[in-house]
C-alpha cells in the first residue's frame, strides 16, 4: 500500500507528464479522478494541477469514488461511488479555489 506521500508523489507526476504533452503537442489529455485517491494524496497539492491542465483543455471525469466496483453492486451503490465523487471533487476543487467545470461521469 502506498504512503501519502507517495500517493502524492505519483498523482503530482502523471498530472504534470500530462499538462507537459499537452502544452508540447496539442493533444488535450482526460484525467479521470479517483476521489478517495486524491484525498489521500491531498487536495491542497493535486487541485491547482488538475485546474492547470483543465486550462489547457482538459477534462476532468470521474470514474469512481473509492475504487471498489464489482458485479454485485446495487443502484444505490453506484450513485455512492459516482454522484459521490463528482460531489468530492466539485467540493474538494472550489475549497482550494480551482472551481472545475461540471464533471461528467465515465462509463
Known sequence: METTAETSTIRSKTLNFLT???QQTGVV???TWVSSFVKK???DKLAPL???IEDLGARSETHSKFHKIDRKMNPDRWR????GSVEEIEENMRAQG???RKIPVSD
Open 29 to 31: 489529455p482526460l484525467y
Open 20 to 22: 507537459e504533452v499537452a
Open 50 to 52: 488538475g485546474k492547470r
Open 41 to 43: 494524496a491531498g487536495w
Open 80 to 83: 455512492e461511488e459516482l454522484d
Open 98 to 100: 480551482y472551481p472545475v
